[in-house]
């Protein structure tokens, strides 16, 4: 029983730290717990459910920013959707956007783990997070564009990106905040948008664990409130550091590193444990 608080409280860790970084929380959480010993599917299921907490974190980060955003909602009208309301409207266009596109990869998530063996399962996380970092490569902030808001077009293109995150190994801070980068907006508003949309991202995705599992994801309740209370807590200590650390990483090579070594490490356990 103590070693289920011990991975408890370093899952959780990892979560709150990992969260603000663009390297997928979601897919080192996940191969940290089929390294354990978890199935996969029970490893995909908490690493979800651990959005909940950090989501939460972020909200308290960023509460003035919500408490102005949702001051004028009210006063929303389509002809002024992405003029005066323009970070409302984004938000749950995005929203809406990602559900679909969530739901769909969730589904196929369900499926194809469900048939992996043995290091499969890892190896797949180390390919999407390789891919994760050739997409952050690719995406250079426009130093001068300066803060702009954003429009129909970053709503739909950033939910996509989004719902696709739903896959352990796809960075979902990676994959926005690069769609946004791509659609000329600077480092710094990029990465805030992106945090700002996390939090109705991160809650949908643990309440979907739940709805899908029909409570808890496999696991005893008093490590999970262990976990989901560290995972709160230092993603809440910790955003504002990490979010001066990514302006000044590559975390595209993170990224890439920390995926090839699951895809080697995938790889072998396949081959030594193939069922």
């Known amino acids: 029983m103590a070693g289920e608080f011990v991975v408890a409280f370093l899952v959780g860790l990892v979560q709150g730290v990992f969260e603000w970084l663009p390297i997928s929380s979601e ?8 390294a354990l010993g978890r199935s ?21 980060y960023y509460r003035a920013e919500f408490r102005e955003v949702l001051a004028g909602a009210l006063d929303w009208r389509p002809a002024s959707a992405f003029d005066e309301h323009a970070v409302l409207t984004y938000l749950v266009g995005a929203m809406a ?73 796809v960075s979902r801070s990676g994959t926005t905040a690069s769609a946004l980068l791509f659609r000329g907006h600077d480092g710094e508003n990029a990465f805030r948008l992106s945090f700002l949309l996390s939090v109705p991202a991160g809650l949908s995705a643990g309440a979907l664990e739940v ?6 994801p496999g696991v005893a309740l008093a490590p ?9 807590v230092v993603g809440y200590l910790t955003i504002d550091a990490l979010m001066r650390v990514v302006e000044r990483v590559s975390f ?6 920390l ?17």
């Open 27 to 34: 897919g080192n959480v996940a191969i940290a717990l089929r």
């Open 40 to 60: 996969p599917e029970d490893a995909v299921g908490y690493a979800l459910f651990l959005h909940v907490p950090t989501a939460i974190a972020a909200t308290a």
């Open 97 to 169: 956007v990602s559900g679909v596109v969530g739901i769909v990869a969730y589904a196929t998530l369900e499926a194809v783990v469900s048939e992996l063996a043995g290091g499969a399962f890892v190896a797949l996380v180390g390919v999407l997070l390789v891919l994760t970092g050739v997409v952050q490569r690719y995406a250079s902030p426009e130093i001068d564009a300066g803060e702009k808001d954003p429009d129909a077009v970053d709503a739909v293109f950033v939910g996509a990106m989004q719902g696709l995150a739903i896959l352990p190994g």
């Open 211 to 216: 709805v899908q599992q029909g409570g808890l």
């Open 224 to 232: 999970t409130l262990l976990a989901l209370v560290v995972a709160g």
């Open 252 to 257: 595209w090579l993170v990224c890439v590193a």
């Open 259 to 275: 995926g090839s070594l699951a895809i080697v490490g995938g790889g072998i356990l396949y081959v030594a444990f193939p069922a």
